[in-house]
């Protein structure tokens, strides 16, 4: 994740008014406890019945419910930091870039997998329950961090050996570029971006015209599937964004100059924070099966069965 992107009022902290400040910190504090809780009850759902838990397919969706979660709650504390304490140490801020990259970087990639699997299921059928086992899920998710962890730590790695021992103990104002400024790591960032993105949107296209060649055939389920795969690459797309977030918000900084404020504030909540909304949609509502569950945690309902 280009953590700029998170710092769409970082920046211009100062030039917003105490009344809209409040206002601002306060709208994403409301709907990123609104997301966690509809996530939370997605999560007690998938654990308290084993009809998920031993389910690929919703191993794989909680998974990135999770790192939903994980990104939702870092990016706004760092939202809300920037309109607080301001600067941090620079030892706290890494911690705090890192997991917020680990936890964006795994979601393109969860993404890929899920699509692969409504493959299997509608393309493959037969051969779904000798591909798609819990085991090999539980592999693949461990895969997924691995790349992910090859992708973010060398970040680190040349940064504690380019920097001095002071830089650790310093200041900055928690982004991405004043913790890892390093102009190598830039054109690695660039790069590592640019193969997730071939990738994953290959997978994307993929999965969906072979879903859609099987949906001719009038299938329900291949049907529901080709749309689950629209939504999938709609979800990529947003993510994917924040990826490409200096030349968009540079282009935005140009075309509307007076509003630049509420502009970047809005691209925030647009690129970070709604499509981490998307996922329970995907599942939570349109899954009959997790449905019929979900409603009672919701609604604080979750009696026996």
């Not at 999560?43 to 909680?62: D, E, G």
């Not at 393309?123 to 000798?130: D, N």
């Not at 380019?162 to 102009?183: A, K, M, Y």
């Not at 529901?224 to 918000?249: D, E, W």
Request: proline letters at 3%; charged letters at 15%.
């Amino acid at each position: 994740m280009n953590t700029s992107s998170t710092n769409v009022t970082l920046e211009v902290r100062y030039q917003d008014s105490f009344s809209k400040a409040v206002t601002k910190n306060i709208f994403v504090v409301v709907l990123g406890i609104s997301i966690n809780y509809v996530n939370v009850s997605l999560i007690v759902t998938f654990c308290k019945h084993q009809i998920f838990n031993m389910n690929p397919r919703y191993i794989l969706f909680i998974h990135m419910v999770i790192n939903d979660m994980i990104q939702v709650t870092l990016s706004i504390t760092l939202f809300i930091i920037s309109y607080t304490i301001y600067k941090l140490n620079v030892s706290v801020c890494c911690i705090l870039i890192l997991l917020t990259l680990f936890a964006t970087e795994n979601t393109p990639l969860n993404l890929a997998c899920m699509a692969v699997e409504c493959y299997i299921a509608v393309c493959i059928p037969l051969r779904y329950v000798q591909i798609c086992t819990v085991k090999r899920t539980l592999t693949l998710i461990g895969l997924i961090w691995a790349t992910s962890l090859l992708s973010v730590v060398p970040d680190l790695f040349i940064t504690m050996a380019t920097e001095p021992l002071d830089f650790f103990h310093s200041q900055v104002f928690c982004i991405r570029e004043t913790v890892f400024r390093n102009p190598n790591l830039i054109k690695k960032r660039d790069i590592t971006y640019l193969v997730f993105l071939v990738l994953v949107w290959f997978t994307i296209f993929y999965t969906y015209f072979k879903i859609l060649f099987t949906a001719k055939t009038a299938s329900k389920d291949a049907k529901k599937a080709r749309n689950t795969i629209i939504l999938h690459g709609f979800q990529v797309l947003l993510c994917m964004t924040t990826y490409a977030s200096p030349m968009l918000l540079s282009v935005l900084q140009l075309l509307f100059p007076r509003d630049h404020n509420d502009l970047l504030f809005a691209y925030y909540i647009i690129v970070q924070v709604l499509p981490r909304a998307i996922s329970p949609i995907i599942y939570g509502v349109r899954d009959n099966t997790f449905r019929k569950y979900l409603k009672r945690y919701l609604l604080c309902k979750a009696g026996v069965l």
